[in-house]
């Protein structure tokens, strides 16, 4: 029983889609029938919490302290069981992916982002999750808590042409395998700027984002509030250097110059199954 | 007898209104009156220090060593009675409110909210706090002191419409799970702007909050002088997505251009007995 | 023999009076005659230490390393004998005084202050500190060096008016308890005014000040080289309500514009004897 | 065979040439050739990993814990050729070089530079390499990833004048000792400019530059998006001083004016088989 | 034989003269003299490093870690030795002159400043000492290289009167006891100034340092590209009041308006043989 969730689990969490609303752009229906092609009994939950608005996202990095390594291997091997049962006693409420950052971040050797309609429930899940042998040797590097909302600009009412080129492109690309999280804070100037304003320049972001939506897929929560930043922008793409030109077009544009926080940290890393991640880094493999 | 305090003290906290005088709102003796239904022999106490003016309101976050879980489990479950008794040992002088902080914030895994008239029986708590098993694994990672003042801008005299506004509406949401504490610092410049200008920004910054009175509680303290900040604004909520407009309305008047601190850090927490923060985080549940 | 020097200790440090030289106020011959009524042998020291110019305050905060309490209780009541006898083998060359910050400052624990002719002295009492139990389980969080020097800007000659108005009223208010201590950087562009302008903005600053003189003592070090900042600003009151007060008039005139630093931290703590101060943060009291 | 290529690969490293295209320099064959003869088996890797564009790579800088020195020295001698069987284990995948930064850098006492045409080969190794006991001990202190690409300004067609300077001249100095890595972030205004001022400021950037030529090395990876930096410029250069004149010329053209980061922190190490540096950060030698 | 060095050095480096060249001074031959006459062997040496341009300077600042202190008095007793043999060792390569930063300075408790013609000898020594017992309880917490050159600025042909009157006049004040760091970065403005302005505000800098010359002695190392500062400024003073009255008559001229980094941080230290810093720290003595 158990060791089956553990192969579901790994499956699974590899195959996850971000579904982008990041620049404006729309849940694909298309992109999620792919991945949930191989999701199994949460497939449901994960499509809908992926395209649902009003949902929470946590992300969580943590840097393990070095006496987890003075534990004798036996018991760092015994972690990823005991990490992949909480995963489990939680997944009713919860949906959690995990990613490597360590020899990509600095601050930390893995993140953690997890999904709940209840943010007290993502909030349990991680509770307990720090209450694992695992867990108890990790320091949590940064934690950000956003919410899923509908489009704020680039709407059918407001820029019709551009939400029609941002729905008619979708992903294509190979699986991603690596991840990309970038905390975006914008100036007290920006927000002061008309409603008319702010829709023109995220009009001007936009445009030269399109050529890269059949290699980047991204997906956008709010936390102005809730953490010290305005959005969480989560990127997933195989194609790393096609992902430094899309950071490059946004750099050139005059949105950039409202920017009070454009990542530190850029939180590069490669997506994996959680229990790949817990082993990995427990050097049990 | 020390059983019944910890039951009376779990649910009491849980019962906890702050009556907000931030955006200039009064106390409402309507709010106290639900909270206080439930509150026991401390209840005037409670109700008195959420209204009273000039009484200390002290913040501090806390994060737990990792080797506090190198600890038997049996010594780290008698922590929770430990700390029952200091906070009963000291709740003649302070109202102590505990808040869960781990999953929701990097540097803190939870924090402490301490009222008390005079401002050395709160250190005196916090020492006693400090010196049970749990405190000597918890290292202060934030530490705001602040008072509580009588209206400064939007009063009756000063900007009566306002005013009345604000008194009319109170919270009229389900019981508030979540807390958000922000401490805000004003610039130079702000405070070198004639006594117009300000009461001005603030009634531009106080009308889009007014609807927003029925889902956030709200309550200001002033720490000018007392910790690198000028204002310690608490909020308590049990619908986030409301909070995160709230503060988006307020990222777009004016007075946001003159912030030097808002937020960093944002502490974001469930609002928790006291007896299951130290259970919970001794992993002993 | 030691027990009674202890005494003394602990009656005396409460009993340290400020004579404030900052905002342009001289030293108070009359408040230091009726702190020094209770002082013993050491009296003309401290009065003297406390009026002249030339002389250095060390000012540094400790935080305890949680490790500390890994020592059986019978050593750490050791320390507090330990941490007096350095005390009294540096007597007649250092005048140390010491605060209590647990619970009011996030970044230590403890202060203390050092007063010396010689800084060497005042390093050498530092570093006989630092080498008790309890200092070796101490971690310096800030450390500033000043001198005093006699009054720059209101004096007698250039603002006979404020400096009247300075020197014709003294604190009057009950023993302050709390001591605040606010490190001050100036602007490159500040000190590249004339002295004229500066004279000026000074006089302004003043004005607002003179009614905080019954209730807030005050003290000036200067720092500009000695220290990454300009001055070190030393504060005594009972009453924080009425500092809060004082801090925000300082915020309202020109001269606040001029701060590359005013805090950060800024160090809130009650006056305690060092010996109370080794005794509650060992956890033997 | 081990201590085969333990040979080798002190040798090799130590022969390591970087062929710059940093400043608009493209790579030069004859450098490489020169490089190349003392280079064995992976000569062709090497040589072509260091000229082409498309492929990764990863700076990390390390600090070894206080705690390795309690291991005794038959255990840390141990670690050198732990370490060396990790790289030949990914000796096909990724090219690995070492420098040892202790002395002369705060916050690290060695760096990594992996270079590697799939970044999540490079992970690997990364993770290999921290699960060694010597990677156990070690903190990551920085970690910065970057894509070489080819010139974006000083080009044959549009600036052919400088691009015929920067190739006709090669360094001609003795084998450098030492590197400087220095990260590079360009302001939002810089990037906002035209490509036409931008290329014109890379001109007056470049000019200066050409004396160093035949003195410094130079390579270029390009970082936004994948860290919190635009660029990693790396140097290596036997004459120190020379290298500060350049950085100094380079100081003084407007291009500087746009510098949101440069350095923070540089990097000065010397170049070292990773041998070596194992060795001589174990204390073994 | 041991015990002769022992004395030597500490001896010879309290008679440490630092020749200034900082604020265009060149090096005075005169006071080298007064200084040389009690050095030994090495005289030679330190008297030419102390003048000479194109060697380096590398400053290290030290906190020792609390755990130091569970070691046994003997064995922290012998570290003295351990290290006074490691600077023997290398006494041909490299000159070592060591200060206490404790009880002045927070984040270090001592500092070691190296000369030497080649870098990497200087690591060489660095790594030998941080080998030794007392290096490795070491943490470094500051670094920075440098390297000496002719004046740039107040040269006999620029700016002959005061070239000449900055010649004229030598420290002559007590043998100095304390020593100040202030690491200096200019600001992208400054260096995109033309010659002839910088040379105009170099020489309003430099009028109101002459009054300092019989009181501080000054020497200046360039830094650019090798650390994250322009330039470290030393200087060794028995005077501390005249030294903050220099550093506030340097805060007043516009040159200041131009600075990115003064200090940050400020090392104020006591001048001190090894042996004695080492046996101070060490609780040994």
Same mark, same amino acid.
């Given at each position: 029983?158990?060791?089956?969730?553990?192969?579901?689990?790994?499956?699974?969490?590899?195959?996850?889609?971000?579904?982008?609303?990041?620049?404006?752009?729309?849940?694909?229906?298309?992109?999620?029938?792919?991945?949930?092609?191989?999701?199994?009994?949460?497939?449901?939950?994960?499509?809908?919490?992926?395209?649902?608005?009003?949902?929470?996202?946590?992300?969580?990095?943590?840097?393990?302290?070095?006496?987890?390594?003075?534990?004798?291997?036996?018991?760092?091997?015994?972690?990823?069981?005991?990490?992949?049962?909480?995963?489990?006693?939680?997944? =009713?409420?919860?949906?959690?992916?995990?990613?490597? @950052?360590?020899? /990509?971040? $600095?601050?930390?050797?893995? +993140? &953690?982002?997890?999904?709940?309609?209840?943010?007290?429930?993502?909030?349990?899940?991680?509770?307990?999750?720090?209450?694992?042998?695992?867990?108890?040797?990790?320091?949590?590097?940064?934690?950000?808590?956003?919410?899923?909302?509908?489009?704020?600009?680039?709407?059918?009412?407001?820029?019709?042409?551009?939400?029609?080129?941002?729905?008619?492109?979708?992903?294509?690309?190979?699986?991603?395998?690596?991840?990309?999280?970038?905390?975006?804070?914008?100036?007290?100037?920006?927000?002061?700027?008309?409603?008319?304003?702010?829709?023109?320049?995220?009009?001007?972001?936009?445009?030269?984002?399109?050529?890269?939506?059949?290699?980047?897929?991204?997906?956008?929560?709010?936390?102005?509030?809730?953490? =010290?930043?305005?959005?969480?922008?989560?990127?997933? @793409?195989?194609? /790393?250097? $096609?992902?430094?030109?899309? +950071? &490059?077009?946004?750099?050139?544009?005059?949105?950039?110059?409202?920017?009070?926080?454009?990542?530190?940290?850029?939180?590069?890393?490669?997506?994996?199954?959680?229990?790949?991640?817990?082993?990995?880094?427990?050097?049990?493999?």
């Amino acid at each position: 029983m158990k060791s089956k969730l553990k192969t579901n689990y790994m499956a699974a969490t590899v195959m996850l889609v971000a579904a982008g609303s990041m620049f404006g752009t729309v849940a694909y229906a298309q992109e999620m029938g792919e991945s949930t092609e191989m999701q199994m009994d949460q497939e449901i939950e994960r499509s809908k919490i992926l395209t649902d608005t009003g949902f929470f996202g946590v992300f969580a990095t943590y840097k393990l302290n070095s006496d987890y390594y003075q534990k004798g291997s036996a018991e760092r091997r015994g972690a990823v069981d005991e990490v992949l049962s909480v995963v489990e006693d939680h997944m =009713d409420n919860v949906l959690v992916d995990a990613y490597l @950052t360590r020899g /990509l971040s $600095a601050k930390s050797d893995y +993140m &953690l982002r997890v999904h709940a309609y209840d943010l007290q429930t993502a909030q349990d899940f991680m509770n307990d999750f720090s209450n694992t042998r695992f867990g108890m040797h990790s320091e949590v590097t940064e934690n950000l808590t956003g919410i899923t909302k509908s489009l704020n600009y680039i709407t059918k009412e407001e820029s019709s042409d551009l939400n029609a080129a941002l729905t008619s492109t979708s992903y294509s690309g190979e699986e991603p395998r690596y991840s990309i999280v970038v905390p975006v804070k914008k100036s007290a100037e920006w927000w002061n700027m008309s409603e008319e304003e702010r829709l023109e320049e995220m009009e001007t972001h936009t445009e030269p984002t399109l050529a890269y939506l059949p290699n980047v897929k991204r997906k956008l929560y709010h936390s102005t509030g809730l953490a =010290d930043t305005d959005f969480i922008t989560y990127f997933e @793409t195989n194609d /790393l250097e $096609a992902f430094n030109n899309l +950071m &490059l077009s946004l750099a050139q544009v005059p949105e950039n110059l409202h920017h009070d926080r454009w990542g530190d940290p850029t939180i590069l890393s490669t997506i994996q199954p959680i229990g790949n991640v817990v082993e990995t880094l427990s050097a049990v493999k």
